[in-house]
T-cell receptor, first 116, second 113 residues
Framework: GAVVSQHPSRVICKSGTSVKIECRSLDFQATTMFWYRQFPKKSLMLMATSNEGSKATYEQGVEKDKFLINHASLTLSTLTVTSAHPEDSSFYIC????????????FGPGTRLTVT | KNQVEQSPQSLIILEGKNCTLQCNYTVSPFSNLRWYKQDTGRGPVSLTIMTFSENTKSNGRYTATLDADTKQSSLHITASQLSDSASYICVVSAMDSNYQLIWGAGTKLIIKP
């Protein structure tokens, strides 16, 4: 099956710094990638939809200037959490949609962000 | 409003027993329904995906059913193993431009030896 990787798997940063998370589709091209956030014991919450070569579409309530998304190629999307605060601590998961399928998404293993 | 509701919220069963998880949805227009398994601290892994014309689909010890008329789905796990302990999430895809996924809250399943 299609494989999606995320890097780093865990990151701890100080309040006020920025953190970049990478999402890669390893063996397929993904025209669309999604970024999710998950709080403990809660389900995934879609943050934004990223289409290659265009601006990301953010869900209501998600600050686009705080969560910068770049989808520069068909295999890479990045999420940058700018000026991180402790409340940004969460589990961030990306997924990639196979271009030729009717919507199948493959999920990365997630990135645990802790802001101190 | 598009919604997916799952029950029970959590479930504890003994190893070797069977269990059934439920999912009700109100998503329109409907594209497909998926069941995912998510281990703690990991990303979701797809178990099954069904379109409206499919009534049942199996993946090893996992069998999903779909009743598109009543908008209900179930996930049956047979002969449970300790490794089945995880959250099981029902997700319905809407037939919009990005096939938006509507997520259920999940059922936390714990298998005890």
């Amino acid at each position: 099956g299609a494989v999606v990787s995320q890097h780093p798997s865990r990151v701890i940063c100080k309040s006020g710094t920025s953190v970049k998370i990478e999402c890669r589709s390893l063996d397929f091209q993904a025209t669309t990638m999604f970024w999710y956030r998950q709080f403990p014991k809660k389900s995934l919450m879609l943050m934004a939809t990223s289409n290659e070569g265009s601006k990301a579409t953010y869900e209501q309530g998600v600050e686009k200037d705080k969560f910068l998304i770049n989808h520069a190629s068909l295999t890479l999307s990045t999420l940058t959490v700018t000026s991180a605060h402790p409340e940004d601590s969460s589990f961030y998961i990306c997924s990639a949609k196979v271009a030729w399928a009717f919507g199948e998404q493959y999920f990365g293993p997630g990135t645990r962000l802790t802001v101190t | 409003k598009n919604q997916v509701e799952q029950s029970p919220q959590s479930l504890i069963i003994l190893e070797g027993k069977n269990c059934t998880l439920q999912c009700n949805y109100t998503v329109s227009p409907f594209s497909n329904l998926r069941w995912y398994k998510q281990d703690t601290g990991r990303g979701p892994v797809s178990l099954t995906i069904m379109t409206f014309s499919e009534n049942t689909k199996s993946n090893g010890r996992y069998t999903a059913t779909l009743d598109a008329d009543t908008k209900q789905s179930s996930l049956h796990i047979t002969a449970s193993q300790l490794s089945d302990s995880a959250s099981y999430i029902c997700v319905v895809s809407a037939m919009d431009s990005n096939y938006q996924l509507i997520w259920g809250a999940g059922t936390k399943l714990i298998i005890k030896p």
